[in-house]
C-alpha cells in the first residue's frame, strides 16, 4: 500500500516538474525570442504626391486703355470692380473726368467768341472791298502751298529723326538697308507730302500772273487768320467735350475677368499705360504654381487635384509650363468652373492660395511595402522573409531569410520593389536587432 502511494507521487512530481519545464521554456523563448510584424507586399504603381500653391494668373488678357493727347489727361473718379471680378460687355468698368475740364473749356470757348467777334468786326469793317473769283484762286493756293509745306517739313523733321536714331541714311529711291516697317511707312508719308507740296506750288505759279490789289489780299488773309482760329477753338470745344463725355463711362468691350487695374479712385490718367485689362474673349485664368523648387519636372497634361483623398475631389490638369520674367518656373493649371465654385470665386482665389495636388504615377506595377521594411542601402537592398518551419511536437516557429530585392522608388513611407514578392511574408518593426536565419515571433498586438 505504501509502495502505490509513492508511485502515484512520484507520478504526479513528474508531470508537475514536466508542465513546469515546458511553462519555463517557453516563457524563456518568449521573452528572448525577437518579436516582429509581418506583412506582404502589395501590386500596384507607386504615386509620389507632390503639394503646390496656386494663384490665379491671367495669361491671355486685353489691355484696355485711353488714348489722350499729349496736353489731356483724365482725373479717375470711380473704379467700379476689383481684380477677379467678372464683367461683361458695356459694364462701365471706370469713371473720369478731363482734368480741369471747366477751365480748358472756358479757355476754348473765350477764344472761340473772340474770333467770332474779330470777324463780324472785320466784315463790317471792309463792306465796300469786292473780292473777285480771281483773288480767292490766287488766296487759295497760296495758302494751300504754306498748309504742304508745313506738313512736308514736319515729316520730314520726323523721318529723319528716325533715320538718325537707327543709323541709317536717307536714300534717293527705295528704303535703306533695314529699314523696318515703321519707318518705311514714315519715308513713304514725307515723299507724298513733298508730291503734294510740289503740286501746290505749281498751282500758285499758276496762279501768281494775276496780281491782287493790296487792299484785297490783307483783307483775305486777316479774315482766313480769324476764321482758322475760330475753327480751332469750336474743334477744341468739340473734342474737350467728346473727351470728357467718353470718360464717363469707360465700358468692358467683351466679356471677361478683370485681371489687372491700373488705376485707383483720384489718380490722374495721363494715357501712357493701360487702365485695366480682362481676360480674352472666350478664355479663362488659370491657376499658377511656382516649380521653381520641385526636384521633380511639370509637363503639359499632368493631372492636378483639389482635395484628392477626399470625396468632393475635383480633378483638372497641367495646361501650360514656362519661365515668367524674374526668371521662375511655373505651371498653369486649368481653372474649372468647377474649381471656382468650390473656392467661391476668382477674387477670393486671388486672396488665399489654392491648394493643387500633383500625382505621380508610375508606369509600370511593382511590389510596394512599408519603406521601414526595406533594409540596406545604395544599390544593396533586401528584405526579410519569415518562413514558417514545424516544430518536432507539432509547434511552429519562424525564421529569417535574407531576399535581395531592387528599390525602384521610394515616397510618403513606401517603398517601390522591382521584383514581385508578394507572395512572401515580410519581416519588419523587430523590437530589437536581428540577421539572417534568427528565429522571430510575431508581434500579438
Request: hydrophobic share 40%; proline share 2%.
Amino acid at each position: 500500500m505504501n509502495l502505490k502511494k509513492f508511485a502515484i507521487r512520484g507520478i504526479v512530481i513528474l508531470v508537475i516538474c514536466v508542465a513546469l519545464c515546458m511553462f519555463f521554456s517557453g516563457t524563456v523563448r518568449t521573452i528572448t525570442t525577437p518579436k516582429v510584424r509581418l506583412t506582404a507586399a502589395k501590386r500596384g504603381k507607386l504615386e509620389e504626391r507632390v503639394e503646390l500653391a496656386c494663384k490665379p494668373a491671367f495669361p491671355e488678357v486685353d489691355e484696355i486703355s485711353f488714348p489722350l493727347s499729349d496736353d489731356l489727361s483724365l482725373t479717375i473718379t470711380k473704379v467700379n470692380t476689383r481684380e477677379g471680378y467678372t464683367v461683361q460687355a458695356g459694364d462701365e468698368v471706370i469713371e473720369a473726368k478731363v482734368a480741369n475740364f471747366e477751365q480748358l473749356r472756358k479757355a476754348a470757348q473765350e477764344a472761340y467768341d473772340g474770333s467770332t467777334e474779330q470777324l463780324l468786326t472785320l466784315e463790317n469793317k471792309n463792306r465796300g472791298i469786292r473780292v473777285s473769283k480771281r483773288d480767292l484762286a490766287y488766296a487759295d493756293a497760296f495758302f494751300a502751298l504754306r498748309d504742304a509745306r508745313r506738313a512736308a517739313v514736319a515729316l520730314e523733321l520726323n523721318m529723319d529723326a528716325q533715320l538718325s536714331r537707327e543709323g541709317l541714311e536717307r536714300v534717293e529711291t527705295g528704303y535703306p538697308e533695314g529699314a523696318n516697317e515703321a519707318l518705311r511707312g514714315m519715308i513713304d508719308d514725307w515723299r507724298a507730302a513733298a508730291e503734294a507740296q510740289r503740286a501746290a506750288q505749281a498751282d500758285l505759279d499758276a496762279a501768281a500772273r494775276y496780281t491782287v490789289p493790296d487792299d484785297v489780299w490783307s483783307y483775305i488773309t486777316e479774315q482766313r487768320e480769324q476764321q482758322e482760329k475760330k475753327d480751332e477753338a469750336e474743334a477744341e470745344l468739340r473734342r474737350l467735350m467728346t473727351v470728357n463725355d467718353q470718360a464717363k463711362a469707360i465700358a468692358a468691350p467683351h466679356d471677361g475677368y478683370v485681371a489687372a487695374l491700373g488705376v485707383k479712385e483720384g489718380d490722374v490718367y495721363d494715357g501712357s499705360n493701360a487702365l485695366f485689362s480682362i481676360t480674352k474673349a472666350d478664355a479663362l485664368p488659370t491657376l499658377r504654381a511656382d516649380t521653381s523648387e520641385l526636384t521633380r519636372s511639370v509637363s503639359e497634361g499632368m493631372t492636378a487635384t483639389m482635395n484628392p483623398d477626399s470625396y468632393d475631389a475635383i480633378e483638372t490638369q497641367v495646361v501650360a509650363v514656362g519661365t515668367d520674367s524674374e526668371g521662375k518656373k511655373y505651371a498653369d493649371i486649368q481653372l474649372t468652373d468647377a474649381l471656382i465654385r468650390a473656392r467661391g470665386s476668382v477674387y477670393s482665389m486671388l486672396q488665399e492660395d489654392t491648394p493643387m495636388t500633383l500625382i505621380y504615377r508610375a508606369r509600370e506595377a511593382t511590389s510596394l511595402l512599408p519603406t521601414s521594411a526595406v533594409r540596406g542601402s545604395g544599390d544593396e537592398r533586401y528584405v526579410y522573409v519569415a518562413e514558417q518551419n514545424t516544430a518536432a511536437f507539432g509547434g511552429s516557429t519562424l525564421k529569417l531569410h535574407k531576399l535581395e530585392v531592387t528599390v525602384v522608388g521610394e515616397y510618403g513611407g513606401t517603398t517601390s520593389v522591382k521584383e514581385d514578392i508578394s507572395y512572401y511574408t515580410i519581416a519588419y518593426g523587430e523590437d530589437r536587432a536581428v540577421s539572417d536565419g534568427d528565429a522571430v515571433m510575431e508581434y500579438l498586438n
